[in-house]
């Protein structure tokens, strides 16, 4: 069981590239989630999905897309990256039955620097 | 909306003292879950404990501890003689039981604990 895994680990990007974080879990969670993480800040939700097909915008969608095509694999798309991106973004997943109900289970975190 | 609250940015603490991370939430919602998480220096989030909306109980576990008090929405965490290795940033965060089930994170709370 890996978990949640996330790629890249770091990535510096120039302003206006894009990119797509990616992001897969193996526990066959419905829920899938991206947040991003501002220096000295708590995280705060960008997008999320309820299951394959279906996404919703969080808190901070502005200048992000993602897709839901298998219950696995969460990508987040950034288009024409602006140095207001630079953050830390984890994918997060959520279990909905057993002792683990409710807990969201995190990615390491991919850190992006946008120059 | 809900809202979490931490309104401790940096605590400093010698080691073997103990002490107290403060939670204060928001939420109108009677069902929700309350979370804590750590955030060591290495960067990943490690989850600590979940308590749902309708049990007060407190816990411990091991040196850590948990103080749930719906009365006055706190949901404070003690970590009793404290140790280089708690040196971390602790996040406090809630989620509802409906809709998109994401977590409101506080900005955390930073604990230096010196030699």
């Known amino acids: 069981n890996a978990g949640v895994t996330q790629t890249p680990k770091f990535r510096i990007l120039k302003i206006g590239q894009s990119m797509t974080l990616q992001c897969t879990q193996d526990?066959?969670?419905?829920?899938m989630y991206w947040y991003r993480q501002d220096p000295g800040m708590g995280l705060k939700l960008i997008y999320y999905?309820?299951?394959?097909?279906?996404?919703d915008k969080g808190e901070v969608p502005n200048g992000y897309n993602v897709s839901r095509s298998t219950t696995e694999d969460f990508p987040l798309r950034l288009e024409l990256a602006a140095p207001s991106q630079t953050s830390v973004y984890f994918c997060?997943?959520?279990?909905?039955?057993?002792?683990?109900?409710?807990?969201?289970?995190f990615g390491p975190g991919t850190r992006l620097t946008v120059l | 909306a809900q809202k979490v609250t931490q309104a401790q940015t940096e605590i400093s603490v010698v080691e073997k003292e103990d002490v107290t991370l403060d939670c204060v939430y928001e939420?109108?919602?009677?069902?929700?879950?309350l979370f804590w998480y750590k955030q060591p220096p290495s960067g990943e989030l490690v989850f600590l404990i979940r308590r749902n909306s309708f049990d007060e109980q407190n816990e411990i576990s091991g040196r850590y501890s948990w103080n749930f008090q719906k009365s006055t929405s706190s949901f404070n965490f003690t970590i009793t003689a404290s140790q280089v290795v708690d040196s971390a940033v602790y996040f406090c965060a809630l989620s509802l039981d409906t809709g998109r089930r994401a977590l409101t994170f506080g900005s955390g709370t930073r604990l230096q604990v010196q030699p």
């Open positions: 999905s309820v299951g394959a097909g279906i996404t």
């Open positions: 939420t109108r919602d009677t069902t929700y879950y």
């Open positions: 526990m066959n969670h419905n829920y």
């Open positions: 997060a997943s959520r279990s909905e039955a057993g002792r683990a109900v409710n807990e969201q289970f």
